[in-house]
């Protein structure tokens, strides 16, 4: 009884799950071996440890930004997360090497479709870490992001659960700025 009454006045979020993009073991955002994606700057979330090939939308979405060289993707899901995902640390200087991309920014994507193709073992014999932080850069309209730290996920098995901070708050997609990056290697 008091949670409805409760909803009925608007206090309380309603959850917004984000499902896995990767499959891997999911580690804290903080043990990012690089400072701005650890310091949680760009958002909250957390980082997979890859074990598959491919990134593939998380839910129903628009491709916000995808890089040219492939190796991250920011999108916008139908229930108002704002979602980088960035696949390995510096890989952005390998210049498209290991990576297949297969959408564009404003594609409409629906739930499990393929975005990027990638290398992992290439990419790792190269010296770089294949770590890949999932964020939600909007994360300041939430009142928590929940992580599944310590679980190896599948693709589109729950990742994130994000709390909206009041249900009369809507979601709205911005452009989010991408300062340089910094890493260390597999």
Known sequence: ????????????????????????????????????????????GVAIEP?????VAPSDSKIQAIFPTGHAVALHTNEGLDVLIHVGLDTEKLDGRHFTVHAAV?????????????????????????????????????????GN???TV?????????RERNLGTSSQSGSQSYPGERGSVC
Do not use: W
Request: net charge negative; glycine share 8%; charged share 25%.
């Open 154 to 162: 599948s693709e589109l098995e729950q990742l994130i659960t994000a």
């Open 149 to 151: 730290v310590g679980d």
């Open 51 to 55: 074990t598959g090939s491919k990134v």
């Open 1 to 44: 009884m008091l949670k409805s009454f409760l909803k009925s006045l608007r206090l309380h979020g309603r959850d917004s799950v984000l499902l896995s993009p990767l499959a891997g073991k999911v580690i804290p955002l903080s043990d990012v071996k690089d400072p701005t994606f650890a310091s949680g700057s760009l958002g909250d």
């Open 106 to 146: 404003g594609d409409t994507v629906k739930k499990g479709d393929v975005l990027i193709e990638f290398d992992r073992d290439a990419i790792c014999k190269e010296g770089y870490d294949i770590t890949a932080p999932i964020l939600i850069c909007n994360s300041v309209e939430f009142s928590s992001i929940k």
